[in-house]
């Protein structure tokens, strides 16, 4: 399950950012992923909270923002941002595109629930 290690990726940066500032746990977070990677935000909620269990990140929130990809035309420069796999340059209907982003996947906000009674 391709969400299942992204999830784990994704406990392992939010839980290393909660024990760097010392927090007692983490709120929710907010992740951006491109849609390029193809993956289904339910279900990586979902992995994410059973990565979490027994970690500083359990019942964080998760929230996953996908991004679609830019298709950048190297005849009339366009840069679009298709709904679905693109073949041709809307504007010119050149074939000559490149498509560039899409594929990251970033943690965008961590809130923590740090102590302050110390
Ligand atoms: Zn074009």
Known sequence: MHE????????????????????????????????MRQIVPAMLIDA????AVDTLAEGAQLTVKTVPPT???RDCGAETQPT????????CTSLNIAVEGGD??????????VDDER
């Open 4 to 35: 299942f290690s992204i999830a784990t990726e994704l406990v392992a940066a939010v839980v290393g950012e909660a024990e760097r500032h010392g927090a007692r746990r983490v709120e929710r977070l907010e992740c951006q992923c491109g849609a």
């Open 104 to 113: 990251e996947l970033l943690l965008t906000s961590v809130t923590l629930e």
């Open 48 to 51: 994410f909270e059973l990565a």
């Open 71 to 73: 298709v950048r035309c």
């Open 84 to 91: 679905d796999w693109a073949v041709e340059c809307p504007r």
